[in-house]
């Protein structure tokens, strides 16, 4: 807790926790700034808020502390830690996405803890995810993982930590388009390019990233088929290209040349991004004038839950959307409305 005067108010820095508010609005008169993050007092209230640290202070006496190994104590600040994680990631064959994601929750967590590492700082920061920002209790456990992960190559004694309460993960069902929202979604797609792009999220089944990451040589015309080189779980597979898939990327090619990546940035010296993938789905999405929330990945449900409607068996859907599980593949049992239309309903045997 971090305690200052600035001209007559008090200002307190302080990680986020459901007593110490409770605690502020006891001493009254206090008022939360987002955007500096933290909490302003008139002067007044400096001694209460004073009495409150010292309190604080002494609880803290008795927490647990996580020593840091006398070989890693030279490095100073958490920048030098973050490099050494991403280093181990990489030497072990995590994917970029992955190394992005947890590089960037532990990059938050110790702005937020201000680089504390212990029980009660990281249930402060999984709370003001789940209660503040919203967050899903699949993205909270995401961060449990990285932070596990952090102190592990840290070194840090960490029995306390392994007891942190993971949030029961959530059973959501996919969000699908039906046949014709999509079709309504690429007839307003004017631009070539971001009208193919979309038709391989659907017609391939593929995640945006591996959109994004698609290359020129990884489309082979003479066998009907797009390789995805190291999709989700370091894993390729074949996606077999439909008659109306090769003559939109034939055309499409044929105007825009693309060298290396199929979908070059506008600078040339790279792929498409994700995130402007995304948008272009987006723009789409309202120029249809579809209601319904839906993201870019949406597309490799419908594609799935499509399939199975048309009876694919989910052995082969599993396949072509690179599952390692078929208990993953069997969510789209729930959406198809195949499966639902097949359901005598008791009120009509009345």
Not at 5 to 17: A, C, F, G, H, L
Not at 21 to 31: K, L
Request: aromatic share 8%; glycine share 4%; with cysteine.
């Amino acid at each position: 807790m971090e305690i200052w005067m600035e001209k007559n108010y008090v200002i307190v820095r302080i990680p986020y926790d459901k007593r110490h508010i409770e605690e502020f609005r006891r001493i009254g008169a206090g008022r939360w700034d987002s955007n500096r993050r933290v909490w302003i007092f008139p002067e007044s209230k400096y001694s209460h808020l004073l009495a409150y640290k010292a309190r604080l202070n002494e609880k803290n006496k008795s927490r647990p502390t996580y020593a840091m190994p006398d070989n890693l104590k030279p490095y100073q600040g958490s920048g030098d830690k973050v490099s050494r994680m991403k280093q181990y990631m990489i030497q072990s064959g995590y994917s970029p996405q992955t190394i992005k994601a947890y590089v960037s929750h532990i990059k938050r967590y110790l702005r937020f803890a201000e680089d504390a590492i212990d029980e009660e700082s990281i249930n402060n920061y999984i709370i003001d995810l789940l209660d503040n920002k919203e967050c899903s209790h699949t993205y909270c456990n995401q961060v449990i993982n990285a932070i596990k992960l952090y102190i592990h190559q840290l070194g840090i004694e960490h029995s306390g930590i392994i007891k942190i309460i993971r949030p029961k993960k959530e059973k959501k069902l996919p969000k699908v388009l039906s046949k014709s929202e999509i079709k309504r979604i690429f007839a307003v797609t004017k631009n070539e390019k971001h009208k193919t792009a979309l038709m391989l999220g659907y017609s391939c089944g593929m995640r945006v990233g591996e959109v994004s990451e698609l290359k020129v040589k990884d489309i082979h015309f003479e066998r009907n088929v797009i390789h995805i080189v190291q999709g989700k779980g370091r894993k390729d597979r074949l996606i077999p290209l439909s008659l109306k898939m090769t003559d939109q990327l034939n055309r499409y090619i044929e105007v825009y040349k693309p060298d290396i990546w199929l979908f070059e940035n506008p600078t040339h010296d790279g792929s498409l991004s994700v995130r402007s993938l995304q948008k272009v789905f987006i723009r789409s999405l309202g120029k249809a004038k579809i209601k319904q929330y839906a993201t870019f990945h949406s597309l490799r449900h419908s594609y799935a839950t499509h399939l199975m409607e048309s009876g694919v068996d989910i052995r082969i859907i599993q396949e072509l959307l690179g599952h390692a599980s078929s208990k993953t593949t069997e969510i789209y049992t729930h959406v198809s409305q195949l499966t639902m239309q097949n359901i005598v309903n008791p009120l009509d045997d009345m």
